[in-house]
């Protein structure tokens, strides 16, 4: 990440108070939705779909991947491709 | 720069980033593969099965619910720690640190309150394919949770006299300690619905 000077990692540190207060609000929200116990095609894709926003949170703020490296964003990508294939095997079995 | 190792206080001109860095980040990739192995395990278990209870009707939800707020507030504070070195407060970063090294203990603790109440209802991981791939998922994350535990006090504890030697250095170890304990958070994020929730 650049920018680490401290004047822009105080600008950071509300981002991640911020972010938190988001990750507790779709916590709250998933369980939330658990409870109305919806037919389970609709009740996986609102469960999958919060958790990936709460994880996009997580990498995007936390793990800085909003702003990193080419080579970084390579090697995930690269592993993206391999996680994709892996999950769609489940679907010829 | 250390003589033995190079580029692990400043970027490797190739990269961009530190070599720990880099390091670290490739073995999240393999972990991404670990732990999708096991996600997909647990498609096709639970669409080939001819009947799948419903998370909410054997695991405590509550219990659930207060490890995903533990995991996610250990996840903010281990951030603010390498924050707080990063604005010179080596005072906020122990305490931050320290935080999340509690955090992870509290989360240890309720994980085997919800173990036990399992085996009390003599729920086992052979008793049946639902109870096989929670206690394997949530134990490989529990492992993995110790694992940061481990990490983190090092840092905390022996590990951050290294801060006055080589400050640049300390908060790299700091930073890449994160980047794994962040991914132990994310992980935990999916689990959480799809084994609780659904």
Known sequence: MSGHSPEEIKKHVKTYIMVFGALIFLTIVTVGISYIHLPVEQAVLLALTVATIKASLVSLFFMHLSNEKKIIYGTLGLTGIFFVFLMSITLYL | ?198
């Not at chain 2, 996600?39 to 799948?52: D, H, K, P, V």
């Not at chain 2, 309720?110 to 085996?119: H, N, V």
């Not at chain 2, 209802?121 to 535990?149: K, V």
């Open chain 2, 1 to 198: 720069m250390s003589a033995l190792i190079p580029y692990i206080d400043e970027p490797h001109p190739v990269t961009g980033v530190t070599n720990g860095k880099f390091g670290t980040w490739l073995f999240l990739a393999s972990e991404v593969m670990l732990f999708g192995a096991l996600f997909s395990t647990y498609i096709i278990l639970r669409t080939g099965s001819t009947s799948w209870p419903h998370g909410y009707e054997v695991l405590n939800i509550p219990m659930g619910t207060v490890n995903t707020v533990i995991l996610i507030t250990s996840s903010v504070t281990m951030v603010l720690a390498w924050a707080s070195l990063k604005m010179n407060q080596f005072g906020k970063f122990k305490l931050f640190l320290g935080t999340t090294i509690l955090l992870s203990c509290v989360f240890l603790v309720i994980k085997y309150f919800e173990y036990a109440a399992k085996f009390q209802h003599e729920h086992y991981p052979w008793s049946s394919t639902y109870f096989a791939i929670y206690f394997t998922m949530t134990g490989l994350h529990g492992i993995h949770i110790i694992g940061g535990i481990v990490v983190n006090g090092y840092l905390w504890g022996p590990g951050s006299k290294m801060w006055k030697a080589n400050p640049e250095q300390f908060a790299g170890r700091v930073e890449c300690a994160g980047l794994y304990w962040h991914f132990v958070d994310l992980v935990w994020i999916f689990l959480f619905p799809v084994l609780y929730l659904l």
